[in-house]
């Protein structure tokens, strides 16, 4: 991912910074942990360290119409993003919280479409030079012509 660097803001009072216009409260956000699975013993059967975060887009207030548009196309109606990799219920609230921005956050960005330029003479001339030396270089491969 492009934003794997990206900081996620996460204040009671703010929400989920996705980008410099879009904080999403966290009355949108809906959680639900259960007991991760696999290996961990006593700990791994009492805990509900397996968090699972949605996120609505169909159903949110904060995002534009072009935003929502973009995500529903890109990642579905509802944005659900599941971390089960620490075993403590924070850290694994923290990653889903810096995943799910990660993800809108790629969905919303829009490339810049590519203006077709021509080749440089300078490229031009490069790339011939190149076919002449691979030329002259299979030519010095063969066998000499039989005298």
Request: proline share 6%; no cysteine.
């Amino acid at each position: 991912m492009s934003s794997a660097s990206m900081v996620v803001v996460m204040d009671s009072v703010e929400g989920l910074r996705v980008n410099r216009g879009l904080v999403i409260p966290l009355a949108e956000l809906s959680w639900r942990f259960t007991a991760s699975g696999g290996p961990g013993g006593q700990h791994a059967n009492t805990a509900n360290t397996r968090v699972e975060l949605t996120f609505d887009a169909g159903a949110s207030l904060v995002l534009g119409p072009r935003q929502r548009e973009r995500i529903i196309a890109r990642l579905g109606a509802v944005v659900r993003v599941v971390v089960t990799e620490e075993r403590s219920q924070a850290r694994n609230r923290e990653l889903a919280l810096e995943r799910l921005a990660a993800r809108l956050h790629d969905a919303l960005h829009v490339e810049r479409p590519r203006r077709p330029t021509k080749p440089t003479q300078a490229s031009r001339e490069r790339r011939l030079r190149a076919k002449r030396l691979r030329s002259e270089r299979k030519v010095d491969r063969r066998a000499p012509p039989p005298d």
